[in-house]
């Protein structure tokens, strides 16, 4: 709205400017050509923070008007304004930090360009009557700000100062200190000191420490109950990132945009080894808040490890009492503030694959923020999978995708996903008539969706994967689809993951997959990935494999062998699997990379980071009525027996599969005449794989989408849902 008024005064026109709940209307006492003049420069000099979905006029009748006003926010119906993701403070904040004498060194300095936007409103209109800032009365200098239209804070919902703004609050030791000058220079020198502080950010709680300190990274990994997965680290600014990791252009962008995600790049020089645990991946970030801005003031830190404030798998902490409890557990101290985080949400998580951001964890900076639809998907609430869940609510053409909730296998994460269906359905004035959820009988999402009295439509999870990159990518007729991950429940009652369908939104058929495994243990082969190994070396051996001079198999008990061999025999707990993500498991514990993973989808992971990308050999596979790895599991072994390196191997490996899908599709396309191809599943987070398929694909006159602004893996599953609901019920 002050955007629309500078403009509009600039340009000397009369009317008014009004935002509702469905929108922002503009009326105008203008020609037409002034008019498509007015409509231009909108779009050419719009706020950096804005996003213009549509933008359209009518004509009305004529009115005159004394001049341009702002009038005051109204609601009407049940339809809503786009709530804007929280983003980075900008430079001119950053700029009056140390000019405006109000905000000297002050920490949440925001602006309408700027700041917390998502994680403190409660309610529309988008006021600050409706937000966590209610509790703050302005002073006379923030007041007369917010209500001068000319001014940059107009209507800046969070505006403060030091006068009356937020405060934060240093627990230390015994000590409480609440002088603001203090904490910072208190905080500067914890961190310096090796010590771990608990931070209180926008959607939740932080962990930090110095990245270079050895023991103190190792400390909080063994204290957070976090042992193999690496640490984010945020560095002090792009320069300096740029000494420890390789940028691209590309990777740049992401890290300098308002989003401010994490971005996953190539390590260049190490940093504490307990932070990447062997990985050649650093997952890095940049200043948001000003508060990160005031501690790098420091010149001697460059980087601190910044991971969410949680214990394991738990939510992110966003309540000031819980986290003095749990992270004084953890922390040496922890700093607070007394403004609530009204909607959690942790940082968000992007890769730069074929020179095109994707997002793995979409939440602060990125959700809620739509995706537009071709079809009405209005009163669907789509409930989403168990892993790195999101779930995703319809209003008319839009898609609402939740932030982030987590694997919702414990109690904390599920109180957290029911917890803000409801906090969606207030917000955005949604009201499901129909719920979609997984096949899986077991998922605490589908034993959600059935405690609903309402319809609930059922499905699979993998056509959901290709169904999420057919609706982001706006393709309703019939694809390829691939979808490769670890695990979801199939028609058949098996567990799939290697599919290649023929579907559109409302049917899908399944053409090829990987040949049945059995799963040693069930789940247990997540966790130690040795027993898928021993799974496919007995199917291609029998008891021979033992005899095999094979590394890995010296660190596992024989007992442990033995009865995992017996149990395939006498089918006891041996679930069958086509999934994709156990071939890669077995393979990483083949090699002897990864034997036991200490976290989800370790093992894949490993074997990602050690290819040798000179290496263009592949392995042989057959492919009748399904995909049988036999020969390339021979080829392995007596590559390994010939002590060929993991790093030749893994990459056979991977230029195997990306062939598999090539050769596959490519037969489907000469069968079907179908030129499109959508991939999608947790598979596609690997970056060689996706652009080696992607690429070798196109080469053949194929058109390839895939997930990009929606995550790949399950986190995207519930677009797809929604989407397969709508047309289902129709």
């Known amino acids: 709205r002050p955007f629309i008024y500078k403009l509009a005064m600039e340009n000397k026109l009369k009317g008014t400017v009004e935002n509702r709940n469905n929108g922002v209307f503009i009326i105008l006492n203008c020609s037409y050509e002034k008019l498509l003049d007015f409509i231009k420069k909108i779009k050419e000099s719009a706020p950096p923070a804005s996003q213009i979905e549509s933008l359209y006029h009518i004509e009305t009748n ?25 983003i980075a403070v900008c430079n001119d904040c950053l700029k009056d930090m140390k000019k405006q004498s109000n905000r000297i060194n002050y920490p949440f300095i925001n602006c309408t360009n700027c700041g917390p936007r998502f994680t403190i409103i409660k309610n529309l209109p988008y006021d600050r009557n409706e937000t966590t800032m209610q509790s703050f009365k302005m002073c006379s200098d923030c007041k007369a700000e917010y209500e001068n239209i000319l001014d940059r804070r107009f209507h800046a919902q969070p505006i403060a100062c030091e006068n009356c703004g937020p405060k934060y609050e240093l627990h230390t030791g015994n000590e409480i200190i609440s002088n603001q000058k203090d904490i910072i220079k208190k905080t500067i020198e914890l961190l310096k000191n090796r010590q771990i502080v608990g931070i209180k950010g926008l959607g939740g709680f932080f962990i930090a420490c110095d990245a270079f300190c050895e023991n103190t990274v190792s400390r909080l990994r063994k204290s957070k109950n976090r042992e193999g997965k690496p640490f984010a680290v945020m560095f002090k600014n792009i320069t300096t990132l740029k000494e420890y990791a390789y940028v691209s252009k590309k990777e740049e962008d992401s890290l300098l945009s308002l989003k401010r995600p994490i971005v996953l790049l190539e390590g260049k020089k190490p940093l504490a080894p307990s932070v990447n645990v062997g990985f050649n991946t650093i997952g890095a970030m940049l200043p948001y808040m000003p508060l990160h801005y005031l501690l790098f003031e420091e010149p001697n830190l460059k980087a601190i490890v910044l991971t969410s404030g949680n214990i394991s798998d738990e939510p992110i902490i966003t309540e000031n009492n819980k986290a003095l409890k749990t992270l004084k557990e953890i922390c040496d101290s922890v700093l607070v503030y007394n403004r609530d985080i009204h909607n959690r949400a942790d940082d968000s998580v992007v890769s730069i694959i074929n020179n095109k951001e994707r997002v793995f964890r979409r939440s602060r900076g990125y959700s809620p923020a739509p995706v537009n639809l071709s079809l009405n998907v209005n009163g669907i609430l789509a409930t989403g999978a168990e892993l790195a869940n999101c779930f995703c609510i319809g209003k008319d053409n839009q898609a609402i995708m939740s932030q982030h909730i ?63 990159c057919m609706a982001e990518n706006h393709i309703e007729e019939p694809v390829i689809g691939v979808s490769f991950d670890g695990t979801g ?33 069930g789940d247990m082969v997540t966790y130690e990935p040795w027993r898928m190994a021993v799974s496919y070396l007995y199917k291609t051996y029998g008891n021979y494999f033992l005899k095999i001079k094979l590394p890995f198999l010296d660190n ?57 990308s000179k290496i263009s050999n592949t392995y042989p596979f057959v492919h009748k009525e399904t995909i049988s790895f036999e020969p390339m599991i021979k080829e392995i072994v007596s590559d390994i027996v010939n002590n060929k390196s993991a790093g030749y191997i893994s990459a056979c490996f991977h230029n195997t599969i990306a062939k598999v899908i090539t050769d596959t599709v490519k037969d489907i396309s000469s069968e079907r005449s179908i030129k499109k191809v959508a991939l999608s599943g947790g598979i596609f987070q690997n970056k060689y794989l996706t652009e080696k398929v992607e690429n070798d ?18 986190a995207g599953i519930a677009l797809g849902q929604l989407i397969i609901g709508a047309k289902i019920k129709s």
């Open 62 to 86: 004529n009115k005159k008007f004394s001049d341009f006003k702002i009038i005051k926010s109204s609601s009407i119906s049940s339809a809503i304004t786009d709530i804007s993701p929280d």
């Open 406 to 468: 987590g694997d919702i296998k414990n109690i904390e994460t599920y109180e957290f996903f029911t917890e803000t269906i409801n906090k969606y359905k207030k917000l955005f004035r949604f009201e499901p008539t129909h719920i979609v959820t997984d096949m899986h009988p077991d998922y605490l999402s589908t034993k959600y969706s059935e405690e609903y009295d309402l319809p609930v439509i059922f499905v699979q999870h993998h056509h959901a994967h290709i169904a999420s």
């Open 489 to 521: 429940y199939g028609d058949d009652k098996k567990i799939w993951g290697s599919e290649f369908f023929v579907c559109d939104f409302k049917e899908y058929e399944r053409i090829s997959h990987f040949e049945y495994m059995p799963l040693p243990g």
């Open 556 to 612: 596992i008990e024989k007992e442990k062998i033995a009865y995992v061999c017996k149990a395939i025999d006498e089918k006891i707990n041996t679930p069958l699997s086509s999934g994709a993500g156990r071939l890669f498991d077995a393979v990483s514990a083949m090699i002897n990379l990864c034997t036991k993973s200490r976290f989800h989808a370790e093992a894949p992971m490993r074997l990602e980071s050690i290819i040798d």
């Open 697 to 714: 694909l196109s080469k053949h006159g194929l058109q390839i989408y895939s997930n990009s602004k929606i995550p790949t893996n399950d």
